[in-house]
């Protein structure tokens, strides 16, 4: 399960661009909300396989909270998209349970 969910995010020519996008002050020119939605949804898709209980929570966060939560909180990313959209809460909980829970997860912790 994590490998599948890992070569999705880490194959994605849209999603490797995007993360680029993230790096640098870019304001994601020629990049559709579409893609961008689907990137956002990927996260979400994450959180809801740790709720379902098929990927550990340090491991989710671990692997992809880092990742989420710059996306979560980068305003550029968002332009166009409405975040505050009740639709996007599974997202918002899961950036902001990775904030919460980054102080709290070691390293040494995570295990499949």
């Known amino acids: ?35 961008r939605a689907e990137y956002a949804t990927f996260f979400e898709d994450v959180a809801l396989l740790r709720r379902g209980g098929l990927l550990r929570p340090e491991l ?5 909270g880092f990742e989420a939560l710059r996306c ?3 305003e550029r ?3 166009g998209l409405d975040r505050d959209d009740k639709w996007w809460g599974v997202f918002r909980a899961f950036a902001s349970e990775h904030d919460l829970l980054r102080e709290k997860v070691q390293p040494n912790q995570v295990r499949l």
Do not use: C, P
């Open 72 to 74: 979560w909180k980068n």
């Open 1 to 35: 399960m994590l490998m599948k969910v890992q070569e999705t995010f880490h194959s994605s020519a849209s999603f490797r661009r995007i993360r680029e996008e993230l790096d640098g002050q870019s304001n994601f020119d020629g990049m559709s909300k579409t893609e």
């Open 60 to 64: 989710a966060f671990y692997m992809f």
């Open 77 to 79: 990313f968002w332009a």
